[in-house]
């Protein structure tokens, strides 16, 4: 897992086009990477792809918007807790209590190892002003539903309802109009593919 991959050497090279100031510790950036690979190890998306490749490209996306160690790094561990065996008490040794702090708040599975939804997620998050998290959140759902077509019909409805609700508000609220209109786009592209919706539903991404 040391050795780079396509989604790594993208990343990392945009990060230094973007580092003009030398702020980014690329140490842990790196760190962070193998991390991700050693303990996401053979998960694979439902498209076939690496599951590691997901928070990578999250990474990348943010990098535009937030460029922060913390983030980048939080953003590449943003799974980690809730689908590997990667610990809070592993993540606050190796990168810190803040990075440890964030990656557990982006954790869906709560009390009780009862998992919430990304929706409500962004509903706690946005309670408690983590606005950087919510920047992830964001480029987490927009970087899933580039590859919703391989989701199970019954998932993509309720993946595009979720998302007109609760992520093309918080686009908005965030200031990011690029990630809200690729998010209506997507969402129209499925909405015509599906054609599942109703005439209400479809006014929503008006």
């Not at 790094?73 to 803040?98: C, P, Q, Y």
């Not at 869906?108 to 998290?133: C, P």
Request: charged share 30%.
């Amino acid at each position: 897992y040391s050795a780079p991959c396509k989604y790594s050497i993208r990343l990392i090279e945009k990060l230094k086009s973007l580092d003009t100031k030398n702020i980014l510790n690329f140490d842990l950036v790196n760190k962070a990477i193998y991390w991700a690979r050693k303990y996401h190890g053979v998960q694979v998306r439902k498209s076939g792809e690496p599951f590691y490749s997901h928070p990578l490209e999250v990474a990348y996306m943010i990098s535009d918007y937030k460029l922060k160690t913390d983030v980048i790094v939080a953003s590449i561990l943003h799974d980690t807790i809730e689908d590997t065996d990667l610990t809070f008490e592993m993540i606050e040794k190796e990168f810190g209590k803040i990075v440890a702090n964030q990656v557990m708040d982006l954790t869906r599975v709560k009390e009780s190892d009862h998992k919430i939804s990304a929706g409500k997620l962004t509903e706690l998050l946005w309670e408690q002003k983590k606005y950087d998290l919510l920047l992830i959140k964001q480029f987490d759902r927009l970087h899933n539903i580039q590859t919703i077509k391989f989701l199970s019909p019954e998932k993509i409805k309720k993946t595009i309802e979720e998302t007109i609700s609760k992520f093309l508000v918080l686009a908005i609220y965030l200031g990011i109009p690029e990630c809200k209109n690729k998010l209506i786009r997507t969402c129209y592209e499925v909405i015509g593919i599906e054609n599942e919706f109703s005439e209400q539903e479809e006014d929503l991404l008006m």
